[in-house]
Structures are given as C-alpha cells and as structure tokens.
C-alpha cells in the first residue's frame, strides 16, 4: 500500500474510532493498519492507538474553511493625515487615560481641530458613533457595512444628490450633506425635502438638525410642513424650535399669559428710564414646577410677546442673577428658540456678569472663535477654572497664555504645596493641554516643569500632545 | 539631584535587603540605565531570576520607588541596588525621555505619603552599609563534605526521578480509564476529572505536567463542540507520547522541563549547550493570566529581526497571584537589541534575557520572510516534539476573511491556505492586507499576535 492510499485509509478510520473512544468501546481492533505497531497487549494497544490517532488527527485534520468566505474591503484613508508616528503612543495614552467617552471624543475632536485624524489601530468610531467629527464618516460606514455583511462599497460620487442618496451610507451622506448645506443652503433644504420621507423618525432627526447651519427664511416653508405633518414628535419639536429661531413662533396660547403672569416689567432711573423685569418669586414648589413647564413650553418671541417687549429688550431688561432658575430657563429658551443674533446679544450681556454656567449653556451654539473669546474673558475676569473654561471654549480654542489667568497661579500655587499629590488637578492640566495654542502649549509646559513638575508627568500629557502636533487645522 | 548612600542604608528594611542591594549594585546586573532631564527620576532594568527583567524606577525627590519583582519587600533589594548605583555614580544616568512604564506608574503613585522621607527614622534594626560590603570569605570545605552533599542531591535526584515515573503510570492509568469509561463523559466532566489527576501529579513532583492537564479542560471549552471528541484524542494523545518519552530519556532536560520543573536561571546560563542569540528583537505581544493552579504567568513573546537564528522568543515568568498585580515589562512593538539565552531544546522557544543595550538602531528593520513554507511550519516542530501545544508561526502575505456566522479566517494572498482565527480579529486587522502575521498556532485556531500592514504595525488580540 502506497503511503497516500494508507494515510487516506487512516483519515477515513479516524472518524470511527474517535466514535468508539467517545462511547467507551476499544477501538484498537479497527486499526488494522496499525496491528504491528499496537501489539498484543489490550490495554496497551488502546494507549499506543491514542497517541497515534492523536498525532495524526493534529497534525492533518484542522478545520476546513467554508466555501462562502468574504473580504472585508480595505479601511479607507481619511482626507486629514493620522497623527505622526511619534505621537502615536501619546495619544494611545490619552485614549486610554479617558475614563469616559466624553472625553475620548473630546481628544478626536481637538486632533481634527488641527488638522489630523487617529491611527485606525488606535482608534476608530463605531457606526453609530454621532458624535465622532465628519472626517471619520469613512471608517463609520466602514463599521457600518462590515456589521451589515457586506463586501464592497458602494460608489459614491462627490456631490450628493437626489438620485445618488440611496448610494451613500449614512455618515458619509450626513458629511456630504453639511458641505451642501455650507456651499449651497438652499439646494440642501431641497434635497432633504425630497428624500427626508423615506428615512426613519431617528434619522430624520438628526438630517433635519443639520439645517441649523446657515438657517434662514427660505427654510420656513418646509420647517412649517414638518412642525405640521412630521410623524414623529421629536421631529415635530425640532422643526417648531428652528422656527422659532427664525421668529415664527408658534400663536401665543392661553399659557402664555400664565407665564406671562410670574413677571412684570418695571421702569427704574429718573433721568434715563429703563425697563427692568420684575420677578413674581413662586411660592409654592407646584408654582416653582409650573413656571419652569411653561418656560420649557414656550419660545423666546412669544414670552417677550406677552411682556410686551421685543426679545432683544427682554433680554436686555433681564436683571441677572435675582433669580437662578428663571436665569436657566431664560438661557434655555433663547439656545433652543433665539436667533443668531439674540443669542450674541445674549452672551455679550451674560458675559460680563460673573455667568459661567450661562455662557456655557449658550456656547454649543456660538462659533469658535467666539467661544474661545468668551473663554479667554472668563479665565481673565472672572477667574473660572481651565476645566470650566474648557467646557465653554470647545476644542478649537488656541489660547495664547492661558496659564498667566489667576486660575493658572492657583494651580501653580496648588504643585507648590507640600501636601501635593501626584493625581492633583489632573482635569485642570488635561483642559489645559486643550485650550492652548500650540505655542503656549510649549510655554506652559516649561512653566509647569519649571515649577517642579516632572517632564514625564501623566498629567502634562495633553499638554505634551499639543506641543508636538503641528497646528494643521482651520483657523477661524 | 543627589543622594547619599546613608539614604539606601535608611531606606532598607533590614540588613539583608542592604547586603542583596550591594550584590546588585554592579553594572552587569542592569541595562537600561537613565534619568529625566531634570535628574528627579531613575531607572533601570535589573536582571532577576525570572526570564523577563525587573523594571526598576524612583522618584530622588521623595525617594518614592516601584519594582516589577514579586518581592514583599518595599523597597525591594532592585531598588535599593538602582539607588546605590546613582548614589555612587557606578554606571552614568544618561538623562532621556521617560519611557513610557515610569509615566504610567507617576500616574498610579498614592503620592509622596507613600514613600518614606530621606530623614525618617530607620523601620527595623541596625543596618550597616560597611557590613553589607563586605564579601564574606568562602569557608574551605571538607572534602567529605562534598562528597556526602553530592551524593545526597544525587539521591534525591533518584527520588524524584522515582515519583514521577508512579505519576506517569498513575496518569497513563487515569487516560485509559477515560477511553474506558468514554470521552463524552470526560468532556462533560473534564475540569473535576483533570484537577484530580493534576493534584496526583503535584504529589508526584511532575509539576509541569500537572500545569497542562489543568489548563487542559479551558482548551478544550475553546473548541466548538463538535470538535471537542477530537481535541481530546490529540490533548490525551500528546500525554500519553510525553510519559512514553519521559520514561525513554528521564535526564533530558528538555522532557523533565514539560513534565517536572525548569531549569534555574543560573543553570540555563551556565549550559554551554544552551545557545545564545544576540539580536534585535521586537516585542510582539504580552500576556499576565492567572491559572487555575494559582499561580500568575507572564509571557512575552518576541520576533526575532535578523535574517537568522530562532525566528522566536518567549520569556516566561510565573509567580505566586498573592504577590499583586504586577506591571508589565514591555510595551508591545518595543525593539532592542540584545541577548538571549534559549534553554536548550530541538527547536529552541523558551528563553531568558541575558542583556539588553542601550543602543536603539533596531526602528528600520522590516520583518524578515517566512523561513519556510506554511505546512512545513504547521507540522514539522511536531516531529522533534509531538506533545508542544502551541507553535509560532510567521505567517506570509494574507487578511483575514469572515464567514457567514461572522467568525475570522486568515486566508493567504495566494489563497494555498486558510486558518481559522481565535477571537474576532476586529478594526484594522479585518481591514486592510497583512503582509507578515505573527501567530500562536494551537492546532485548532490562530491566536494573531501582531501584524504588519501599509498602515504599519497592528496588534493583536492576546
């Protein structure tokens, strides 16, 4: 018997004494191949069986692939460069030092604020990551298809169009459409109108959210047919809020009057009489609750409507800091239902009040380049915390000398201390590391090792990050 | 930033910790040696009995300290001997960045409570530096002496030789009762039936083995089940042929090192046999997983650069879990240069770092071709050694493919050959070509260590 015929002879006996071993029987007499080498003895043929079975089915038998076997296609490459090499491992910890997703986010978002993107070993978003920036949109519908079982991607052209949504998936469509919307408003608002009914209620959501950019007149007519005819409420919602922001609030209801009812408008000043808002202080709990539904209810027009101001009065006539949650509820109002302009007026007068927790209730909605200014303005003249300052200056902020605002001496001051400890003010360095320029990232980092701070301290390692990543980023 | 030696002999806890500090406070004992720029932090690797080096760390402000040892000393004797060498200046502290593993524990420090001040009074007992110097003469044996020590170890040596030859035929009893009373039954019941013949086997001195059968039923779970019948047949079958060769050579070092314990550090490198490999090396994966035997093991599997010698590395360490979570030693993708000693065996694996340098010019260096073909690599270490569970394999040019349950395939770009992967080999690895892939094989499934692609290095999923 050749040595082939033999080891096929052997492969097709295998399965019957694995069969027989698995029930409890010998097995020995079914090898007959392998008399010679099992012997007389019973108990010893089954052991000098096993370890031969055992040689050959390791050696020979592995699992056979299946017949339907796919590629997954290649990750695509982003339109902004992965972070050089060296800083790999800096940003490697980072991620892993980031407790929570907020913060991780945080770290993607400030890495595309300068212009790069993450190593897709280190880091890369689910499909349904919203929040990851709109340069990742690749690697989410990469996600997305993988998951789905799919192999190739669809062509996609560059420019969305009615004809070609279908092609892209969706957080490649969603980038698409925020460029539309920057470059051409109107065609945008278009092409939602078309294919807006044939997406669920929670991507419609988050389509129609995307006409915050650039909002204008032109987009009443359809926000007005989704407040109307939208299936979903949340929809609905979005839709009477974006309105509201263009002043074409919903008709002022028997509520409104109600709301109205916890105000009053007073004059004050001999010479110069200016309006001042009176506040009827609630005096029940169930008054405190009913106030707060109504603001929650309302929007910023019909509130000062039903005062008999304009909103850009009411906002000026607001007295500050009398009523907390009044304040909040005013704040709340404005954000979700005031116009650009409404919203500026708003945060240069909160601004100069010491009202952090305002201005960054109001920052999601300012640009860059104001939040970095309102930012800098707090840490100079109120002396809020970096962490807070953070918070309100978003991750494109590029403080020139964050570290000479009284927040940085007392972190300074807090190193010093003898009773210092090595996870101190972590957060406070981390935000830090986010705010600077890259310039004062360097020089706050001499300062801090200066001050006796090891070079090598985790803590710095934000600040360390933005140091050594060149500024590639979009300035505003 | 100085410090004084009085500050070691303050720092010990006792005269003995002093005494093994000045043992260690030689520059052949360490590499790795440096500093910040600011000269508050030190380091170093020192050379332990394990495989792996102890990473060695302090902070001279506070004289704050870690060791990656086991020891339940604080400070151990390593951080006594990187004190002693700063505070003599034995070898220069080249000021550098501070890698990574003395970030990672300035992050994890309790703070400067946690150290003891320089001043503070000493914890236990006299201890003197003069004495701990001092190299005490060897007292002349007797003759006789020797003769009688000599003939107790080879007695002992019978001994033990003696007990795991009843445990091997207690073992092979126990694998015929299997196949007896049938592997369906020993597959339902596997990890009660396993531990009863392994605490037969620590009895027996096979330590070793006893280890394997342990983590025999965790192997077998891996499997799909239809595929466990089998398995058993090749896990039972690798026992029977490791007590058949254990019984044929009871001596040979690399059978006594399956079945019973290794051998020391100090036996490894004084073996003229056990070769000795300088080279770059990549780190290619780390692994701290505690057994079911209690014990914590850490491996670190490392690739070998050049264009020949063993292809691979593993340093093996175990020790007890109750000694604490211990840090890791490496950071996988780390490269150096340096030497290895392999216990000696027909395809040498296991191995100990002998020295590790300084130098760093190993970052060009591309990962070499596969040495052989594929199947070749599959099965012949199983000829010189049938019972090995896990062979490491470097793969050509592949990616990995997914079937329609949605579990990983490694397929080669010239489609010959496709493994089955362990895990679910996810993001880039799924993604983009591999064009070297490092792998343990265990018969049944690839574990992917690392991979290189045109993204660059990708890491597994050990």
Avoid at chain 1, 319 to 345: S, Y
Avoid at chain 2, 340 to 353: D, E, N, T
Wanted: net charge negative; glycine share 8%; aromatic share 6%.
């Amino acid at each position: 018997m050749s040595e082939t015929a033999k080891a096929e002879e052997i492969f097709e006996t295998m399965g019957a004494i694995v069969t027989r071993w698995t029930m409890g029987s010998t097995a020995a007499s079914a090898a007959s191949f392998w008399r010679t080498e099992l012997g007389d003895d019973p108990v010893e043929a089954e052991l000098r069986l096993l370890a031969l079975s055992g040689q050959f089915l390791g050696a020979t038998v592995m699992a056979e692939a299946p017949s339907t076997l796919r590629i997954l296609p290649d990750i695509p490459t982003l339109a902004l460069p992965t972070v050089p090499e060296a800083l790999r491992p800096l940003v490697c910890r980072i991620l892993a030092a980031s407790k929570d997703t907020v913060s991780r986010t945080e770290l993607v978002h400030f890495l595309a604020a300068r212009g790069w993107t993450t190593h897709p070993a280190d880091w890369m978003p689910d499909a349904s990551d919203e929040d990851a920036p709109d340069v990742y949109a690749l690697w989410r519908d990469w996600a997305a298809f993988t998951a789905a079982g799919e192999t190739t991607r669809r062509q996609t052209g560059d420019q969305l169009t009615a004809d070609n949504w279908d092609d892209f998936w969706p957080a490649a469509r969603k980038a698409a459409l925020i460029g539309l919307r920057r470059r051409d408003p109107s065609a945008a608002r278009a092409l939602l109108e078309a294919k807006l009914g044939s997406e669920n209620a929670e991507a419609r959501l988050r389509l129609v959210s995307l006409l915050s950019e650039r909002l204008s007149g032109d987009d009443v007519a359809f926000l007005e047919s989704l407040a109307a005819n939208d299936r979903a409420p949340k929809v609905k919602a979005l839709a009477t809020s974006m309105l509201a922001r263009l002043g074409h609030g919903p008709a002022a209801g028997e509520d409104i009057a109600e709301l109205a009812g916890f105000f009053a408008v007073k004059t004050k000043g001999l010479l110069r009489r200016s309006r001042v808002i009176d506040f009827q202080t609630p005096k029940t709990p169930a008054q405190w609750q009913r106030r707060k539904a109504l603001l929650d209810g309302t929007d910023l027009t019909s509130f000062a409507g039903a005062l008999g101001l304009t909103p850009q009065d009411l906002i000026a006539a607001w007295d500050w800091h009398v009523d907390p949650a009044a304040d909040a509820g005013l704040i709340k109002l404005i954000v979700e239902t005031g116009t650009d302009a409404q919203l500026a007026q708003a945060a240069g007068v909160v601004s100069e009040l010491d009202a952090t927790g305002l201005i960054a209730a109001l920052a999601p909605r300012l640009g860059p380049a104001e939040r970095a200014r309102f930012a800098a303005a707090g840490l100079r003249a109120h002396g809020i915390g970096f962490e807070m300052a953070q918070v309100i200056a978003g991750v494109a902020a590029r403080l020139d000398d964050p570290l000479a605002a009284p927040s940085g001496a007392k972190l300074l001051a807090g190193i010093r201390r003898d009773d210092a400890k090595p996870s101190d003010h972590a957060g406070e360095f981390r935000a830090l590391g986010l705010l600077a320029s890259q310039t004062a990232a360097q020089q706050t980092l001499q300062r801090l090792t200066a001050a006796g701070l090891l070079q090598g301290d985790p803590r710095l390692d934000m600040l360390r990050l933005n140091a050594a990543l060149d500024d590639e980023g979009e300035k505003s | 930033m100085a410090i004084g030696l009085k500050a070691v002999e303050q720092l010990a806890t006792d005269q003995s910790s002093l005494k093994a500090a000045a043992g260690l406070a030689k520059p052949a004992k360490w590499s790795g040696v440096g500093g910040s720029a600011d000269g508050a932090l030190i380091w170093g690797e020192c050379a332990g009995s394990g495989a792996n080096p102890y990473r060695v760390m302090a902070d001279l402000r506070d004289l704050g300290n870690k060791c990656t040892c086991p020891s339940r000393k604080f400070p151990c004797k390593h951080v006594l001997g990187l004190l002693w060498l700063n505070a003599e200046s034995i070898v220069p502290f080249v000021p550098a960045d501070t890698p990574a593993w003395v970030s990672d524990w300035l992050g994890r420090r309790r703070g400067p409570s946690a150290a003891r001040p320089p001043g503070a009074a000493a914890p236990s007992g006299e201890k003197d530096l003069h004495v701990a110097r001092n190299v005490e003469p060897e007292a002349v044996e007797d003759p006789k002496d020797i003769a009688r020590r000599e003939a107790q170890a080879a007695k002992r040596n019978e001994d033990t030789e003696r007990a795991i030859l009843d445990a091997l035929d207690a073992l092979e009893q126990w694998i015929g009762d299997q196949l007896r009373l049938g592997l369906s039954g020993f597959i339902d019941d596997a990890t009660a039936r396993c531990r009863r013949i392994a605490a037969r086997l620590v009895d027996g001195k096979a330590a070793a083995l006893a280890g394997r059968i342990d983590e025999l039923p965790a192997r077998l779970l891996a499997l799909a089940a239809g595929d466990r019948p089998r398995g058993t047949v090749v896990e039972l079958a690798k026992l029977v042929l490791l007590a058949r060769a254990f019984r044929a050579t009871p001596r040979d070092a690399e059978i006594r090192r399956a079945v019973a314990t290794s051998e020391t550090r100090e036996t490894v490198l004084a073996d003229p046999r056990a070769p000795r490999i300088d080279a770059p090396w990549e780190v290619l994966a780390e692994q701290v997983q505690t057994r079911r035997d209690g014990l914590v093991s850490q491996t670190t599997w490392l690739l070998n650069l050049a264009t020949s010698g063993p292809r691979f590395a593993i340093l093996l360490d175990f020790f007890p879990a109750s000694a604490g979570r211990r840090g890791s030693v490496f950071t996988p993708g780390e490269r150096f240069q340096g030497e290895l000693v392999f216990y000696p065996s027909q395809q040498p694996f296991r191995a100990l770092l002998v020295r590790r340098d300084a130098a760093d010019d190993t970052s060009a260096l591309e990962w070499p071709v596969p040495d052989g073909s594929l199947s070749d690599a599959l099965t012949r270490p199983l000829l010189a050694e049938p019972w090995a569970i896990e062979l490491p394999l470097l793969l050509p040019q592949g990616r990995i493919a997914r079937d329609d349950s949605g579990s990983a395939w490694w397929r080669s770009a010239d489609g010959t050959a496709t493994l089955p992967v362990a895990g679910n080999a996810e993001g880039l690895l799924s993604g983009t070509e591999l064009t070297r892939t490092a792998a343990i094989w265990s018969g049944n499934r690839l574990t992917i260590l690392a991979a290189q692609s045109t993204w660059g290095r990708i890491g597994g999923h050990v």
